[in-house]
Nanobody, 114 residues
Protein backbone atom coordinates (compact mmCIF):
# COMPACT_ATOMS: atom_id res chain seq x y z
CA UNK A 1 0.00 0.00 0.00
CA UNK A 2 1.45 3.32 -1.07
CA UNK A 3 1.49 5.94 1.66
CA UNK A 4 1.53 9.69 1.14
CA UNK A 5 2.33 12.04 4.01
CA UNK A 6 1.84 15.78 3.73
CA UNK A 7 3.57 18.34 5.91
CA UNK A 8 4.28 22.06 5.99
CA UNK A 9 0.85 23.47 6.65
CA UNK A 10 0.18 26.13 9.22
CA UNK A 11 -1.41 29.46 10.05
CA UNK A 12 -0.06 32.48 8.19
CA UNK A 13 -0.94 36.06 7.36
CA UNK A 14 -2.22 37.16 3.96
CA UNK A 15 0.71 37.68 1.63
CA UNK A 16 2.89 35.10 3.37
CA UNK A 17 4.35 31.96 1.81
CA UNK A 18 4.32 28.28 2.71
CA UNK A 19 5.85 25.20 1.17
CA UNK A 20 3.97 21.94 1.45
CA UNK A 21 5.77 18.62 1.18
CA UNK A 22 4.34 15.25 0.24
CA UNK A 23 6.56 12.26 0.97
CA UNK A 24 5.67 9.03 -0.82
CA UNK A 25 6.56 5.59 0.48
CA UNK A 26 7.75 4.23 -2.85
CA UNK A 27 9.34 5.35 -6.07
CA UNK A 28 7.15 8.02 -7.63
CA UNK A 29 8.54 7.99 -11.15
CA UNK A 30 5.52 6.07 -12.50
CA UNK A 31 2.87 8.22 -10.86
CA UNK A 32 1.09 11.32 -11.99
CA UNK A 33 0.96 13.54 -8.94
CA UNK A 34 -1.29 16.35 -7.86
CA UNK A 35 -2.34 18.65 -5.07
CA UNK A 36 -5.97 19.14 -4.08
CA UNK A 37 -7.64 21.20 -1.38
CA UNK A 38 -10.91 21.19 0.46
CA UNK A 39 -12.30 24.19 2.27
CA UNK A 40 -15.01 23.86 4.93
CA UNK A 41 -18.38 23.21 3.34
CA UNK A 42 -16.90 22.90 -0.14
CA UNK A 43 -15.97 20.08 -2.46
CA UNK A 44 -12.39 18.98 -2.90
CA UNK A 45 -10.84 20.83 -5.82
CA UNK A 46 -7.73 20.40 -7.91
CA UNK A 47 -4.97 22.89 -7.17
CA UNK A 48 -2.10 21.67 -9.33
CA UNK A 49 -0.94 18.64 -11.25
CA UNK A 50 2.61 17.45 -11.60
CA UNK A 51 2.45 14.65 -14.16
CA UNK A 52 5.19 12.16 -15.01
CA UNK A 53 5.62 13.88 -18.32
CA UNK A 54 4.75 17.33 -19.50
CA UNK A 55 4.15 20.59 -17.76
CA UNK A 56 2.30 21.17 -14.53
CA UNK A 57 -1.20 22.61 -14.65
CA UNK A 58 -2.80 24.92 -12.15
CA UNK A 59 -6.24 26.05 -11.09
CA UNK A 60 -6.94 29.56 -12.32
CA UNK A 61 -7.22 30.75 -8.72
CA UNK A 62 -3.57 29.88 -7.95
CA UNK A 63 -1.82 30.54 -11.26
CA UNK A 64 1.21 32.76 -10.81
CA UNK A 65 1.25 32.20 -7.05
CA UNK A 66 1.67 28.43 -6.56
CA UNK A 67 4.33 26.15 -8.00
CA UNK A 68 4.19 22.35 -7.91
CA UNK A 69 7.39 20.36 -8.27
CA UNK A 70 8.55 16.80 -7.79
CA UNK A 71 11.80 15.12 -6.89
CA UNK A 72 11.82 11.56 -8.25
CA UNK A 73 15.02 10.77 -6.35
CA UNK A 74 13.62 11.77 -2.97
CA UNK A 75 10.12 10.45 -3.81
CA UNK A 76 8.73 13.79 -2.78
CA UNK A 77 6.39 16.39 -4.21
CA UNK A 78 6.23 20.03 -3.20
CA UNK A 79 3.79 22.89 -3.43
CA UNK A 80 5.32 26.33 -3.06
CA UNK A 81 2.57 28.78 -2.19
CA UNK A 82 3.27 32.49 -2.38
CA UNK A 83 1.08 35.55 -1.87
CA UNK A 84 -1.38 33.52 0.13
CA UNK A 85 -4.94 34.77 0.43
CA UNK A 86 -7.68 34.01 2.96
CA UNK A 87 -9.51 32.07 0.25
CA UNK A 88 -6.57 29.66 0.11
CA UNK A 89 -7.58 28.39 3.55
CA UNK A 90 -8.25 24.66 3.25
CA UNK A 91 -6.95 21.21 3.97
CA UNK A 92 -4.42 20.35 1.27
CA UNK A 93 -4.05 16.79 0.02
CA UNK A 94 -1.52 15.16 -2.24
CA UNK A 95 -2.57 12.52 -4.73
CA UNK A 96 -0.77 9.89 -6.76
CA UNK A 97 -2.31 7.98 -9.65
CA UNK A 98 -1.21 5.35 -12.11
CA UNK A 99 -3.93 3.79 -14.20
CA UNK A 100 -6.68 2.49 -11.92
CA UNK A 101 -4.58 2.86 -8.78
CA UNK A 102 -4.76 6.12 -6.90
CA UNK A 103 -3.66 7.14 -3.43
CA UNK A 104 -4.29 10.07 -1.09
CA UNK A 105 -2.51 11.58 1.82
CA UNK A 106 -4.23 12.51 5.07
CA UNK A 107 -4.04 16.24 4.41
CA UNK A 108 -2.42 19.25 6.01
CA UNK A 109 -4.27 22.35 7.17
CA UNK A 110 -3.43 25.75 5.72
CA UNK A 111 -5.06 28.76 7.34
CA UNK A 112 -4.60 32.27 5.97
CA UNK A 113 -6.02 34.94 8.21
CA UNK A 114 -5.20 38.36 9.55
Amino acid sequence: QVQLVESGGGSVLPGDSLRLTCEVSENIFRYDLGWYRQAPGKQRELVATRPRWGSPKYADSVKGRFTASRDNVKNTMYLQMNSLKPEDTAVYFCHAVEGADDYWGQGTQVTVSS
